[in-house]
């Protein structure tokens, strides 16, 4: 999928990513949002 994410960002179409998890690990949210992280979140 990064091929294909890789390409429309390329040309400048808009992308959006959606992350589905079943609540555990919301450091990764945080982290990919540039969001500071919580003390201790790893």
Do not use: F, K, Q, W
């Amino acid at each position: 999928m990064a091929g294909g994410i890789r390409e429309h960002v390329e040309s400048g179409r808009p992308v959006y990513l959606v992350l589905i998890t079943d609540g555990r690990n919301g450091c990764v949210r945080a982290m990919l949002n540039g969001e500071p992280m919580a003390p201790g979140a790893s």
